[in-house]
């Protein structure tokens, strides 16, 4: 980066944490870089996709990356956190039921996918989000809260693949909502 150009945070271009390693950063690296491909279409955006290689180039070089984690620190000035006021908290309680119904829905897709594939199984996220019809940062939300729970993973290609908690998780809503059908129609049954 030249002194007269503003500083960019390569970090944030990427989605990863500063202390990340080399592999989640590849991985950051490919799917984004998919992701914003200037053939891939509907989330095609050459500018973006020219700063994740920008990024990806400086991150990736041991060298360049100590360089820049020194302009990183003297630049990422953190500010005081305030808490929004108002209703900025309210939350409809339909969007926890979609997301919820989302994240359903991106399990057996990825629970499919490893029946389907078990050599492998992992799935681009791009792919899963062009299903799902979702933005950027609805996906990010997804992807973020399943990798948490241990659900998902990203594999050694930098896609998404279920984990054995994930495979668990399915099979125990899978269970719970046969459950659920049969007494349901024991109820009806015993109302006639």
């Not at 180039?57 to 990422?76: M, S, W």
């Not at 609805?138 to 992807?143: N, P, Q």
């Not at 459950?179 to 109302?191: F, G, H, Y």
Request: overall charge negative.
């Amino acid at each position: 980066m030249a002194d007269d150009q503003p500083f960019i945070d390569y970090y944030d271009v990427l989605q990863v944490n500063p202390n990340c390693d080399a592999k989640i950063l590849e991985a950051a690296y490919h799917y984004l870089a998919k992701m914003h491909h200037p053939d891939h279409s509907g989330s095609a955006d050459v500018t973006k996709f020219n700063d994740v290689v920008e990024a990806y180039k400086v991150l990736r070089n041991p060298e360049q990356r100590a360089e820049y984690d020194l302009l990183y620190a003297a630049n990422n000035h953190q500010e005081g956190f305030s808490f929004p006021s108002g209703n900025e908290f309210d939350i409809d309680e339909k969007d926890a039921i979609n997301d919820a119904e989302v994240h359903a829905r991106i399990l057996l897709y990825l629970y499919k996918r490893r029946r389907e594939n078990a050599q492998n199984a992992g799935i681009a996220g791009f792919y899963v989000q062009e299903m799902l019809g979702c933005s950027d940062a609805h996906f990010e939300f997804h992807a973020w809260y399943l990798k948490a729970k241990g659900f998902i993973a990203i594999n050694e290609q930098g896609a998404l693949a279920i984990t054995i908690e994930g495979v668990d998780h399915v099979i125990a809503m899978s269970r719970s909502t046969k459950a659920e059908k049969l007494l349901i129609a024991q109820s009806s049954d015993s109302e006639d």
